[in-house]
């Protein structure tokens, strides 16, 4: 029998006992299907996987795993798929367990400001749920239409209100994990509000394991009231100068504001060019930014930010309380990603996060590198955070622009470095980043790392190949070990 066949049958058999331990899931195995999970949002990662199952039951993840253990093969946990590092991809082939089903609010206390969630729940679903309670979840990636709470933890999102309020991992209270023997672990919990249990963090080495350390069933999340008045300002700039001292100056107030957005002026050309145009000067650059709190103390600070924002020759402020015209306000910022998309057949979102006082340097370095290489370069981020999210437009199909872009990126990474800033502001290694690792990290450090992973992920059965770039599956009993697809 030549491998193929031998491949084939091996993957005959351990979908079919998949099918016999799951009933209730749905186990796909046609290449259509299968295509959907080929990637995430980066696009030109493409890895297929040899077999999917959506889970119905948080139940069947045990049996899944010991099918996965006795036919040994290598598995990884999918969300909605929004990742922009690599992450829900098959690196390796084997399976992808897809968990959007898991979808439900378990509880919702009120009294207690915590909610407990499943995995596969939609991020803004939630806030739609807690509306009537008065409550909302912080974290707000600008996927949150389509990103899972799961997928959140794992990444440990961030997002446009993350500068004031922190990102997902300052709100999880506590988790239930499968670990990869199938045992169920709960980590903290609601009492995580206010105290400790006195043992290992194990909630903040879970959160950002991007589905190498378990997978998580149940989240305990924290919540907060929602403000009861929010302003929302949008300032227009000649230059990247002016916007880069407005950062500096709101981020040094003494109540900062919740967001602080930066558009570049690319990006306003992109969308005043467009049939989504809201009548932004073509020639600015933009800050946005946001306050919120009770009324009477938000609405004495609105003269102080109109001041720092008119402070550095703007062309335009605009400020609005009333909730539709803030969302007119916020339209430009939101339109952006989609309008990027239709510009090229690739787009890659690069992410680093650098200290502040670097942004303008950064930032013009990365320009005069997209020049020097042909690549359009738009910037569009959260620039309270130190957040850096330059999106390089491509085209993938042709090799001589997916060079540029790798060198373009490699370039940006070094610089980040340099300064004193770090891999990822928020979309995490996945396999995109993994392979700038030890570039901050040495060996010894990289191997520490490891360890931990050798403990809980025996084999890198879970999600081989993200993160640390050395982390292959092994062991394997397939015929023979899939070759990695371009
Ligand atoms: C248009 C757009 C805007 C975005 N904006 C932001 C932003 O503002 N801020 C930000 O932080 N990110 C942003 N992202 C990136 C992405 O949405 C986030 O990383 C998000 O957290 C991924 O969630 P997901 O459900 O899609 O997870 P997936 O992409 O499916 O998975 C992400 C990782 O989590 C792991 N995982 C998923 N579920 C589980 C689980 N239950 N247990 C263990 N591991 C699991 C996966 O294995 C994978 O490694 C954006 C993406 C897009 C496409």
Redo the contacts with the bound molecule.
Sequence with gaps: MDTHTEKIQWQETWTEQLKQACPKAQVLTDQAELTVYEN??LGFHRYLPDCVIIVSHADEIASILKVAKNCGFPY?????????SG??VALEGGLIIH?SRLNKVLEIKPDDMYCVVE?GLVLNRLNTYLKEYGLFYPPD???GF???L??????N????RCFRYGVTANYVLGMEVIQQDGQLVRFGGPSAQGGSAGTFHWNSLMVG???TL????KIWLKLKPIPEKVWTFLAEYKDLQSCTKVINELVHMPTPPVAIEFIDNAVVQLVENSNMAVGIDKKSWVILTEIDGPAPLVDCRVEQVKQILQSYNAIKVSAEDDDEKRLKLWKARKVA?GLMGQLSPGLMIQDAVIPRAHLQEVLQYIYDLGDELDIPVLNVF?AGDGNLHPNFLFDDRVPEEMKNIKTLSNKLIAKVIELGGTLSG???L?NDKSCYLDQIFSAEEIDFQMSLLRALNINDQM?PG?IIPQRSFVGCCAPHKHERKA
């Design positions: 995430d949002g990884t946990v999918r969300g909605a798929g929004t990742s922009l992450g829900p968990l995995p990636p600008s996927s389509a990103s899972t799961g997928g959140n933890v794992a990444e999102a961030g997002g446009i394991s991007e589905g378990g997978i998580i069933t990603g959260h928020e979309h995490g996945g999600n993200k």
